[in-house]
């Protein structure tokens, strides 16, 4: 019996976001969500937020850049929070749990930074996996039209305050 090679699993290294990696993130952002993210209401929130690089994760196998979440300092309502996104891992690299760790790494630093709440929009049944849930009856809101139901949230801290109001700059 012919016993086959079995790919190498790369060793992912979890990394804060430094200024020479934006080439590289941004190109794989473009890849992952194509000129069309232009027109989501995120890109506003993006337009008027503070970038986090520091709480921002990209996730490296060796010089391969393998995936990434952006930070962004907003509040909501009066309250400061973290808006999370960009969120993408390489195509060839997906169902291997890299996005889970990127997103509970985001989380990790905006926690010993002080942050209390971390805001996104997405698919609640990805992110219900690591700890968002939507904020039902309470409305963020966004500068732009947007599915309630993918207006996600998770507190940080068990006394976290319930977030409510506009996404506005801090
Ligand atoms: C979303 C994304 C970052 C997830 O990365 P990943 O490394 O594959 O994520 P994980 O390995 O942690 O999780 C994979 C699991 O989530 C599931 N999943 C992926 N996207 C999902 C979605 N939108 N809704 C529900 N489940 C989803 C996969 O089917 C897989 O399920 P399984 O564990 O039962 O097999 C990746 O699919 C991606 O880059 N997609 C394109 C960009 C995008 O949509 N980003 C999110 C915008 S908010």
């Not at 290294?13 to 027109?39: C, K, M, N, S, W």
Request: proline residues 8%.
């Amino acid at each position: 019996m012919t016993v086959q090679p079995v790919p190498p699993i790369p060793t992912l290294t979890l990394q804060a976001e430094h200024p020479q990696d934006a080439a590289l993130v941004d190109a794989l952002i473009e890849r992952a969500f194509g000129p069309g993210r232009y027109a989501k209401a995120s890109e506003r929130v993006r337009e008027l937020a503070t970038f986090a690089p520091d709480l921002s994760v990209c996730a490296w196998s060796g010089e391969n850049l393998l995936g990434v979440a952006r930070m962004w300092h907003v509040q909501v309502g009066g309250v400061r929070a973290m808006f999370l996104g960009p969120f993408a891992v390489e195509q060839g690299e997906r169902n291997a749990g890299f996005g889970a760790r990127l997103v509970a790494r985001a989380c990790e630093a905006a926690k010993a930074a002080g942050e209390t709440h971390v805001v996104l929009v997405g698919d609640e049944p990805y992110f219900s996996r690591v700890g968002f849930s939507a904020a039902l009856g309470r409305q963020v809101v966004l500068p732009g039209p947007v599915d309630p139901r993918r207006v996600l949230v998770r507190r940080l801290t068990p006394d976290a305050v319930e977030l409510a109001g506009l996404i506005e700059p801090t």
